[in-house]
């Protein structure tokens, strides 16, 4: 089934923060930028920035599975909200799609966020992007995103796939890391002494 994304999912501004997002040690709030999300649609909270929110109006906070859109910057890629401290918000960079309630049975809020990030909706957006050297992303043209809805067991296996590939490209990449270190340390002793490698 094909739809707009306005027709499955609220679509929200992040907070409202003024200027640049201060470190406060002893915040009492958690914030999540640009720079904590990755391609595969993840959000790293253990480098998230703690600052303190003000105001008698508590802040819009982030709940369990939203997708978070970032609509302003390098890249527009989107990314789901898992495991974070219940007191978190994201900077305006973002804005937070939520799928409506009545339909939460029936869309996976993971296979959205993953459909955000194929190709087709990245030429979309590409084509519908304003600027040239920093990418934004308007709010209505992000609710007019063009959405597939599959039935919700196409979802699930689409979303076990991914998730799959995203461990493995993980579990090769650390085994290529630990290969480089291992040449990077016998560089090192081969400048320092003469060694022989056993055959």
Known sequence: MKVSLRDIAEI???HPFRGSIQQVDSGNVCVVQAKDTNDDGEIDSTI???TEVTGRKAPAWLQHHDILFVAK????RSAIVANLSVNTVCSPQFFIIRI???LTNNVMPEFICWQLNQLPAQKYFKSSAEGTLQVSIR???LESTPITVLDLVQQQSLVKLHSTSVAERKKHQHLIENRRKQLDA????LLTESITINR
Not at 73 to 76: A, D, Q, S, Y
């Open 48 to 50: 998230l920035l703690t």
């Open 100 to 102: 409506k309630k009545n």
């Open 73 to 76: 910057g390098l890249k527009t």
């Open 186 to 189: 016998i560089a090192c002793e």
């Open 139 to 141: 709010r209505q043209i």
């Open 12 to 14: 929200l501004p992040g």
